[in-house]
């Protein structure tokens, strides 16, 4: 007897209804996954929709589910036909297509990987879906095939980190008198573990008292557990012993040799209770384990952990801790901002054919003027492996641990004048294997001569901006005196600090190939100035002695921003409250080789107020009328991002910034001091108004729910949107 059209339709809703409620038990699911999209389909056995979520405000991938009615199981078995049906179902999708699904009917369940994405030849089986964080990271489980286990190792020493943090600084206290003074004493200690990690079994030291003792036995939680205060007593001989290691002294490039810590440097701890809770969080990492869960490792170290992710937890503790308020902030970049700062720069190195083949040979150079920390260069190094890894398909893998390697011992540099922030940045990059980073204190690096013209590829930077504030009191006006004393030092070149003439005009006149200069400019050896100063582009080229007329010449080694154009065009000396900030553009583009690359932390005020515009067409050039192109320029603008008030809450300050995307021009092959002129094309404008996290309690919490904006601002960027 022939079914009736209601009995039909009664059939159909009951297998739809089925299909929603197996559909909403499999998102059940994913219910961290938070945000959701259904997919429309013409198989009416068919219910899908696709999940993803956020880490620290950036999306991950998304993961396809998939509901088929009974009786079509071969869709989700036969990968061929599964392809099919997915790309039938993401026809209409406008969107990043996902990585892995989950398949049901009924009775069955299985989970893909889709499309090749985790570098094999198509969709095939898996056993499981990767965790959000392992998502957002999905294409290193290939790669890296011990990456969920340092996942793993991440998340524990981020919890046992803050937690020793927060017991030494509430409760034991240990011959520390802040939070910073705690974060050093982790540093030393993670120093120490970096031996245990890269160095021989065999590594010994002598102690206090003349005897050899073996390291690895020493350092060692178990032995603290067992020896107590006569353990940490060896330990503090071991850091005594290994504070000065030739393997972690650098060479700056004006031959200065660089220890990690200072000699007056020594462990301050001394309760061996802290020593056993920090010592077996970095030792007690149980046996490492492959991605699919074989053990690769009985006992794994801090050595096995990804670099990165080392780096990681290092800067993150570094932040949430830090007490960085009167001042300091400017070392304590947002990690959101340092990402996409760097992640914009390693994709054009990426399209630069030239660059690419000087990397390929190792010769490449990274500097942050003002690092701090070096999260910049620690992020730089991320990025650089993973360019490597992923760009170099003609190196094997011992060709690409080789480049690794050479990088790692030439290629990162960095300055700071906090000689802590230069302690905490070389035992940052010696946790990621990179001991030899040049990473060294200077006074400053605005005039630092280990800094030379023309030697880096890269900068990114966040340096100092804004004049600061004094008291009206008398140690405030004491302390204004000899900050513009100081300043008058910089701009003028090294010279006595108190200012005794009202000009200094050091210049190189390049008619009579000679310096020409007032005032008692210090000279090295071969009669050249030690320090210059901030007008070294500036020629002469008419006026009187007391009323000189200066004109700007850009060269690719040269500064001028200490001084600024009246309404005649005549570059006149500025003062000792000029910001900061604009003379380290002029500095970085300085340090840079021509073609080399500049992103750039700075005040909105230097990007849009009328009194900086010199500034701006110093950078860029002058608009000719006529032909439309910027001339004079030293540098083509890429990109403007402007940032929120509240990216800097967490150091004290509201400021307004917009990182500054700047190549600087290519020079005369024929003059090599000269530019060449490159047209000024668009510039990539965008808004960041969150960077995935919220500032609560004086922390940033990445749980908040808030996007991180930089991510599709990067996106866009290099789609060339």
């Known amino acids: 007897m022939a079914k009736t059209a209601t009995e039909k339709n009664t059939k159909a809703n009951a297998a739809t209804n089925l299909l929603e409620s197996q559909y909403q038990d499999l998102r059940g699911q994913y219910d961290n996954f938070k945000d959701h999209v259904e997919l429309t389909c013409v198989e009416s056995f068919v219910k899908a929709g696709l999940v993803w979520g956020q880490v620290e405000g950036n999306d991950t991938p998304a993961v396809m589910l998939v509901v088929l009615e009974t009786g079509h199981w071969e869709y989700a078995q036969q990968t061929e036909k599964f392809d099919l049906l997915a790309y039938e179902l993401l026809d209409s999708f406008d969107g990043q297509w996902p990585v892995f699904a989950h398949v049901v009917d009924d009775k069955n369940s299985r989970l893909l990987s889709l499309f090749g994405s985790d570098g094999s030849d198509g969709t095939h089986g898996v056993d499981d879906i990767p965790t959000l ?32 943090h927060e017991n030494v600084y509430r409760v034991t206290k240990d011959k520390v008198n802040d939070k910073n003074d705690i974060i050093e004493e982790v540093a030393k200690l993670l120093f120490l573990e970096s031996f245990r990690a890269h160095h021989s079994a065999d590594l010994t030291f002598k102690d206090r008292d003349g005897n050899t003792q073996n390291f690895r036995e020493v350092f060692d ?31 700056s490039d004006d031959g200065t040799r660089n220890a990690i810590f200072p000699p007056e440097s020594h462990l301050r701890l001394s309760v061996a209770k802290n020593y056993i809770d920090l010592l077996e969080a970095m030792q007690n990492l149980g046996p490492v384990t492959s991605n699919d869960g074989r053990k690769v490792k009985e006992q794994g170290n801090l050595g096995d952990v990804s670099g990165d992710l080392l780096g990681r937890v290092f800067d993150v503790f570094l932040r949430a801790n830090f007490e960085s308020k009167g001042g300091l902030g400017v070392y304590l970049t947002p990690n959101p901002v340092k990402q996409a700062m760097l992640e914009m720069a390693v994709h054009d190195i990426s399209d630069d054919d030239a660059l690419m083949a000087r990397l390929t040979s190792g010769d490449f150079r ?23 890894d992923t760009q170099l398909g003609g190196m094997d893998e011992n060709q690409k641990t080789k480049l690794k390697n050479t990088l790692r011992e030439t290629s990162f540099t960095g300055a700071d004048a906090a000689p802590r922030m230069v302690m905490l940045a070389r035992v940052n990059m010696a946790l990621q294997n990179a001991p030899k980073a040049q990473i060294f204190y200077t006074d400053n690096s605005l005039t630092t001569q280990a800094l030379k013209p023309n030697s880096f590829d890269l900068i990114c930077t966040n340096p100092p901006f804004g004049t600061p504030n004094f008291g009206k009191d008398k140690k405030g006006q004491e302390s204004k005196k000899n900050y513009e004393a100081n300043m008058e030092q910089v701009l003028g070149g090294f010279r006595p600090a108190e200012k005794v003439k009202e000009s200094y005009n050091a210049y190189y006149d390049h008619t009579k190939m000679r310096w020409e200069d007032t005032g008692e400019l210090e ?38 921003l200490g001084s600024k154009p009246d309404k005649k065009g005549n570059w006149k000396q500025v003062g000792a409250t000029i910001d900061p900030a604009v003379l380290f553009i002029d500095r970085c583009l300085q340090l840079l080789k021509p073609g080399g690359r500049l992103l750039i932390v700075l005040p909105d005020g230097i990007l849009c107020n009328s009194g900086d515009r010199y500034v701006r067409e110093y950078i860029m050039g002058k608009k000719d009328e006529q032909s439309g192109e910027f001339v004079g320029g030293k540098a083509i603008v890429k990109a403007v991002i402007s940032l929120p008030s509240d990216c800097f809450k967490l150091s004290g300050t509201g400021a307004k910034t917009s990182i500054l995307y700047l190549q600087k021009r290519a020079a005369n092959p024929s003059q090599l001091e000269q530019f060449l002129p490159e047209p000024q094309k668009e510039v990539f404008m965008a808004v960041a108004e969150t960077l995935g996290y919220m500032v609560k309690n004086n922390i940033e919490d990445y749980n908040a729910g808030v996007p991180n904006d930089l991510d599709k601002i990067v996106s866009a960027y290099k789609r060339g949107e």
């Open 133 to 164: 964080e392992e998502l957002r990271n999905f294409d290193r489980l290939e790669r890296d095939p011990t990456f969920r286990w340092s996942m793993r190792v991440y998340t524990r020493l981020m919890q046992r980190f803050d937690a020793f």
């Open 221 to 251: 939680y178990r032995y603290v557990q067992q020896h107590g205060d006569k353990a940490v007593d060896l330990i503090k001989d071991a850091f005594e012993a290994f504070k000065s290691h030739q393997d972690y002294v650098v060479v």
């Open 366 to 388: 990274f500097c942050d003027p003002t690092c701090g920390s070096f999260g910049f260069g620690s992020v730089a190094l991320s990025q650089i492996d993973g360019l490597i």
């Open 523 to 560: 000279l090295d050896e071969n009669g050249e100035p030690k320090w210059p100063g901030y007008r070294t582009d500036l020629r002469r080229v008419g006026g009187t002695d007391k009323k000189p007329i200066h004109h700007l010449y850009p060269s690719t080694s040269g500064l001028a």
